[in-house]
């Protein structure tokens, strides 16, 4: 319960059409991907609801990393080095964004995250000394992936997918109900939102962005949003507080430790999920200045930058869009 709850993104459903005109939505949801998925539509079946749900189920299968028998954990444990297309795509796109973020975001980071337990009744950061030594085993340039064959340099080398896997899942459930001529929906993967068209009165969806700080109900503010996916990555999504210290679970690549830039969320407004997913945390990992850079510089991606002391920053192509509450 306490997942759905903290949820990242809140979908305030502002406003309204007259009751009486308003369609009734059709619900599916279930707790997967370690999170609570909610697939509503506005206009279309429970069956294709459902069918999206389930298809989410199938990306679990390749992409968990709490599952054994995932395709990942395969791949990790060097079972095969052909792999489907879908983990092929999904680990070339991670590379190419740790090039992009000069390694800010790198999906090499698995022997580092490994090391934590954010669910653990007494949760504790892990030793400095296996820290630096996890370390070693990163880097976005030693994974080289080939059609389906992904090729590893260190043979140590532990892929983590945790900061991509959701996006792009959001995008293949997109790009399934489209197909079923759904034009009208809401794909929530805990944080990761993807927007199908419009509300069905025509208006743009207003989507909430989560207050760090109290209530995790409270939106510190909202988005009109059409045909876009919006991903938050915010340090309170999985952490804990010790000795007055809070770790969290977006970690640098370069210290192997959580990545402190003043930040407490980033919330990226793309055409993809998958690049908002990757962009998300990479400029968490960046921090303001630098994350900004990188989104202006990127045609068709905005951001919303939410500091520790809850100042709100919002890219060139959102000024006059956030709404603040
Ligand atoms: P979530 O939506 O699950 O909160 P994020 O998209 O914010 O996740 O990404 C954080 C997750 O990505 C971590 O839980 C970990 O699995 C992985 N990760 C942590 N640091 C990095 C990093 N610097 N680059 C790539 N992946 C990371
Ligand atoms: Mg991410």
Redesign the pocket.
């Known amino acids: 319960m306490r997942r759905m709850l903290s949820l990242a993104l809140l979908l305030l459903l502002l406003g309204g059409c007259a009751p009486a005109a308003a369609p009734v939505p059709v619900e599916a949801g279930n707790f997967l991907l370690d999170t609570y998925v909610s697939i509503r539509l506005y206009d279309g079946d429970e069956e294709t609801a459902r069918e999206a749900l389930e298809l989410c189920r199938t990306y679990e299968t390749i992409f968990s990393r709490t599952d054994a028998d995932s395709e990942l954990a395969r791949l990790n444990r060097r079972e095969s080095d052909t792999v489907s297309q879908e983990l092929a795509d999904v680990i070339a796109l991670g590379l190419e964004y740790g090039r992009l973020t000069g390694g800010?975001?790198?999906?090499t980071?698995g022997t580092v995250?490994r090391l934590w337990d954010f669910h653990a009744q007494e949760p504790a950061p892990p030793e400095a000394a296996a820290v630096a030594e996890a370390l070693t085993h990163v880097g976005w340039e030693k994974v080289h992936v080939e059609g389906t064959s992904v090729r590893f340099d260190d043979p140590e080398t532990v892929l983590?997918l945790?900061?991509i896997a959701?996006g792009y899942i959001a995008d293949r459930l997109a790009e399934y109900l489209r197909a079923e001529g759904v034009t009208s929906a809401i794909i929530d993967l805990g944080?990761?939102l993807c927007c199908i068209g419009r509300r069905p009165d025509g208006r743009d969806f207003q989507v909430g962005i989560r207050r760090p700080e109290g209530e995790q109900s409270q939106s510190i503010g909202t988005l009109p949003i059409r045909d876009r996916s919006v991903v938050t990555?915010g340090w309170y999504?999985?952490c804990f507080t010790l000795d007055g210290t809070v770790y969290h679970?977006?970690?640098?690549?370069s210290t192997g430790w959580p990545a402190e830039t003043g930040l407490a969320s980033v919330t990226i407004v793309s055409g993809l999920g998958a690049d908002g997913?990757a962009l998300?945390?990479a400029c968490f990992?960046l921090g303001q200045e630098a994350g900004l850079a990188l989104v202006e510089s990127l045609e068709g991606v905005e951001a919303v930058f939410i500091g520790r002391d809850l100042t709100v920053t919002v890219s060139s192509g959102l000024a006059g869009r956030f709404s603040p509450l």
Do not use: C, Q, W, Y
């Open positions: 800010a975001f790198d999906i980071m995250t983590d945790g900061g959701k944080g990761n990555s999504e999985r679970h977006i970690l640098s690549p997913d998300s945390t990992v």
